[in-house]
């Protein structure tokens, strides 16, 4: 079935950087675009971004450029969010999210992976 | 930049009864709205797109309305799964969540 899988927990200590994966399955995996969201403990969706899984071109939404990175490998239907110099505020669930269609960010996203949580503490 | 604002932060609601969840665009987002349904733990479940489709193997229970800058989430007699936060989102532009609806047990 199409299902997006991502890679587990991390702990980091500030100033560090980590690489979240997300493993597409059951679809063709340039045909839909990727999305990144954040949800920061207790709190809502954050749009952060996207890729074009077509073209590797990534967007970043306000407030996530400089040290975030969206990349690809289409060899092996994964994308990646790579965070560098992390901080405590950086702490969250990272959900990588399919959009419905296209090679676009303009649709729903019907596709979720499961989450994964960047704890970012001395 | 568009701003989504969801409303009420909370609604208590007693099992089967009528929830109706608001959601506004602060300009138009034509029909590209989503609604999400995300429980403790687990990661955002799309119900609904394009304002008022029902996503695969969402129950009828759950409709949704509206165009331009207004648009409601309905579900129409809650059941015990159905508390949970809701999220709108548009994607006519750079996509945008709202901040969430939380519907608790009355």
């Known amino acids: 079935q199409v299902q997006l899988v991502q890679s587990g927990s991390e702990l980091k200590k500030p100033g560090a950087s980590v690489k979240v994966s997300c493993k597409a399955s059951g679809y063709t995996f340039t045909s839909y675009a990727m999305n990144w969201v954040r949800q920061a403990p207790g709190q809502g969706l954050e749009w952060m971004g996207w890729?074009?899984?077509?073209?590797?071109?990534?967007t970043y939404a306000q407030g996530f450029t400089g040290r975030f990175v969206f990349s690809l490998d289409t060899s092996v239907s994964t994308a990646y969010l790579q965070i560098s110099s992390l901080k405590a505020e950086d702490t969250a669930v990272y959900y990588c999210a399919r959009v419905g269609t296209g090679t676009t960010p303009y649709d729903a996203f019907d596709i979720w992976g499961q989450g994964t949580m960047v704890t970012v503490s001395s | 930049e568009i701003v989504m604002t969801q409303s009420p932060a909370t609604l208590s609601v007693s099992p089967g009864e009528r929830a109706t969840l608001s959601c506004r665009a602060s300009?138009?987002?034509?029909?590209?709205l989503a609604w999400y349904q995300q429980k403790p733990g687990q990661a955002p479940r799309l119900l609904i797109y394009?304002?008022?489709t029902r996503a695969t193997g969402i129950p009828a229970r759950f409709s949704g309305s509206g165009s331009g800058t207004e648009f409601t989430l309905t579900i129409s007699s809650l059941q015990s799964e159905d508390f949970a936060v809701y999220y709108c989102q548009q994607y006519n532009n750079w996509p945008a969540f709202g901040g969430g609806t939380k519907v608790e047990i009355k």
């Open positions: 890729i074009n899984t077509n073209t590797g071109n990534p």
């Open positions: 300009q138009s987002v034509s029909s590209n």
């Open positions: 394009g304002a008022s």
